[in-house]
Structure formats: C-alpha cells, structure tokens
C-alpha cells in the first residue's frame, strides 16, 4: 500500500503502463501467429512477402519500445524468416 500522494501516483502510472505493455505484446504475439497459419495455408508469394514485412515491421517497432529485446525480435524475424523460405522453396 503507498504510503504517500507521489507513491500512490506512481502506482496509477505503473498499473496503467502495464495493462498498455499487456495489451501491445497481446497484440504482438497475435500478429506473428497469424503469419504462422497464414504461412500454413500456402498463400502466393506476394501475400506471404506483404504479410510478413508487416510483421517484421511490427517486431521492429515492439523493440524500440523496448516491449521485447532488440535480440528477441531478430531471433523471431529470423525464424520466420525461415519458416517462409521453408514454405515456398522446400
């Protein structure tokens, strides 16, 4: 329990930064699973290139918010990555 007006502030801004990080990496992780199943229907190629520079893209940006590492989003990007290289070459 605070125990002084700028604690109890601080813990207002805290609960509200962490429903906001909760809310973004929700939305996050849907969007890379979304590619994933996307990739399993066998889409053209296009549709596969458009989607997943969308989801790179969103990988980039959840890491300079600093909502995931910087390492986090290249490990995901490149799996990825290889997953569609996997899909339209093997």
Request: aromatic fraction near 4%.
């Amino acid at each position: 329990m605070p125990n002084s007006a700028s604690a109890e502030k601080s813990l207002r801004k805290a609960n509200v930064r962490r429903e906001r990080n909760r809310q973004q990496r929700s939305t996050l992780r849907t969007t890379v699973k979304r590619f994933r199943i996307l990739l399993g229907t066998k889409p053209s190629q296009q549709d596969a290139d458009t989607q997943f520079s969308l989801v790179v893209k969103a990988l980039d940006q959840a890491a300079a918010r600093k909502l995931i590492h910087k390492n986090t989003a290249s490990r995901v990007k490149s799996r990825l990555a290889a997953l569609k290289k996997k899909t339209y070459v093997g």
